[in-house]
């Protein structure tokens, strides 16, 4: 039958792939980005209602989050991309 041809599911795996294994990383990595660099105090929304100890260590997340997290995640994408590539295209 057609229609239960096309409802296949391994023709959805390349948009799976892609989706899950690149777009979701590119999103963090997004977000590290605006968080770290563009949000104009996020020192102080880190440190709103926050203990403490977390309060301490609020400077230590913001340097994680401008300058480990983007490097990290762009490894990611590169070995998501590299594999997801291959799979797609053989």
Known sequence: MPLLESMRRDRFLPLDEVAGEILVVVGVLGMSFVVGWVMKD??????????????RMARGAIFTIRYV???????????????TLALMFG
């Open 42 to 55: 996020p020192l102080s929304e880190l440190q709103e209602g926050a203990s403490p100890l977390f309060r």
């Open 69 to 83: 997290i983007p490097p990290l995640v762009a490894v990611i994408v590169w070995f998501s991309l590299r594999d």
